[in-house]
């Protein structure tokens, strides 16, 4: 890549992330999450009762659903759906809750760039959140090659217009394995090796926002209880 450094760093950078926890009430876990102007909510329920024909007294039965913006779930969405089952089943500690389900429910709210990245990240944190088990998480980054040969990050639906190739890898918290890797397009072994490099180092970025929220999210979880005990010894009656 004979480009600047200015211009390999405007290439290589992650959008900007946000999440909110819990935007949903009747689950055990839920999280809305961005990637610059992408946006999914996740929820995951469980352990819950199962279905006897999903049934295992090895593991826990896990159920993924993925819903577009509008109708129903194209082929393009179940693709989706089955890449991120795969992840879930890699890192989800199945054995812990034997005879039980774990269901997860993705629903893309906006598409601008990158979607496949931002449902399994959206998924990780959806499970961390509501508890269950996981033997690691996981976190996922796409990358494009554009029409003139340019790697581009994390990339904007306008950036992907007339791209050569795309690249999604999924990697887990532990060792930094390889968990999931979804291309299409005509590319090069070295270009394949590079964008894998570049990705491995976006990860610890997600992988930094995933400790740093979830700490702020513990951390007013546990002051919430002290605050409201103190308003409620406020409003006792004083003795005269």
């Given amino acids: 890549m004979n480009k600047t450094n200015t211009e390999n760093d405007a290439k290589v950078k992650?959008?900007?992330?946000?999440?909110?926890?819990?935007?949903?009430?009747?689950?055990?876990?839920?999280?809305?999450?961005?990637?610059?102007?992408?946006?999914?909510?996740?929820?995951?329920l469980g352990p819950i009762e199962v279905k006897t024909q999903n049934l295992s007294i090895e593991g826990s039965y896990l159920e993924c659903n993925y819903r577009p913006k509008a109708g129903l779930p194209q082929v393009k969405e179940r693709i989706r759906e089955a890449a991120i089952r795969d992840v879930l089943e890699l890192a989800l500690l199945s054995e812990a809750y034997p005879r039980a389900k774990m269901s997860l429910q993705v629903q893309e709210l906006e598409d601008r760039g990158s979607i496949d990245a931002c449902a399994l990240n959206a998924a990780c944190l959806a499970?961390?959140?509501?508890?269950?088990?996981?033997?690691?998480?996981f976190?996922?980054?796409?990358?494009?090659?554009?029409?003139?040969?340019?790697f581009i990050l994390d990339p904007e639906e306008s950036e992907t217009q007339h791209q050569k190739a795309s690249f999604t890898f999924a990697f887990d918290s532990v060792d930094g394995d390889l968990l999931l890797v979804q291309t299409k397009g005509a590319f090069k072994i070295a270009q394949f090796n590079d964008i894998?490099?570049?990705?491995?180092?976006?990860?610890?970025?997600?992988?930094?926002?995933y400790r740093s929220n979830i700490a702020k999210y513990h951390s007013k979880s546990e002051d919430q209880p002290l605050a409201t005990i103190e308003s409620a010894r406020s409003e006792l009656p004083m003795e005269t």
Avoid: W
Wanted: charged share 20%.
């Fill in 196 to 209: 894998e490099c570049i990705c491995r180092q976006a990860s610890v970025e997600i992988f930094d926002f």
């Fill in 127 to 137: 499970m961390l959140i509501g508890g269950l088990p996981l033997k690691y998480s």
């Fill in 139 to 150: 976190a996922a980054v796409h990358c494009i090659i554009n029409e003139k040969g340019d």
């Fill in 14 to 44: 992650l959008r900007e992330m946000h999440c909110k926890f819990n935007p949903l009430s009747r689950c055990d876990g839920s999280v809305m999450y961005s990637q610059g102007a992408t946006v999914v909510i996740a929820a995951v």
